[in-house]
């Protein structure tokens, strides 16, 4: 094969030259669909399995059910710059202390805070670092 000749050329010079086959440039997708039809049965098997639990009949008691329904705390910031705990004002200076009460009457849920759409996001924002300040972490705010 000296010289550079291709296989199945001829020796004699006078011979064409076979050119090879171009490259398959096509991914095969049939393993793929095949590994995905078997994920889609284990799953279809699977899932109900996973969702369903254990029937259980509960007795009769005499005890009342719990209540876990409490009232959030809405922090309202008025149009005017004034704060609203519930519908009582507190000024912004008492504010870490009226919700420091708060905190260790035991009130540990969400507190909500709305703000009037005129209040600059600065009041907003210092209202959030005196519920920090007091302790409370679960915050969310309100909006509409």
Request: glycine share 10%.
């Amino acid at each position: 094969m000296a010289g550079g000749l291709l296989p199945g050329s001829s020796s004699g010079g006078g011979g064409k030259l076979r050119r090879s086959t171009a490259p398959m440039s096509e991914i095969n997708v049939t393993p793929l669909v095949d590994v995905m039809l078997v994920l889609l049965i284990i799953f279809m098997v699977a899932a109900p399995l996973l969702t369903t639990g254990v029937e259980v009949e509960l007795p009769e008691t005499e005890a009342e059910a719990l209540s876990e329904e409490v009232e959030p705390i809405t922090i309202s910031i008025a149009a005017d710059g004034s704060i609203f705990v519930q519908q009582t004002e507190v000024a912004y200076d008492d504010l870490v202390e009226h919700l420091s009460a708060i905190a260790d009457a035991g009130y540990n849920n969400q507190i909500y805070v709305r703000g009037d759409k005129n209040v600059a996001y600065d009041d907003v924002a210092k209202v959030l670092g005196r519920l920090q300040r007091a302790g409370f972490t679960n915050f969310g705010l309100v909006h509409g």
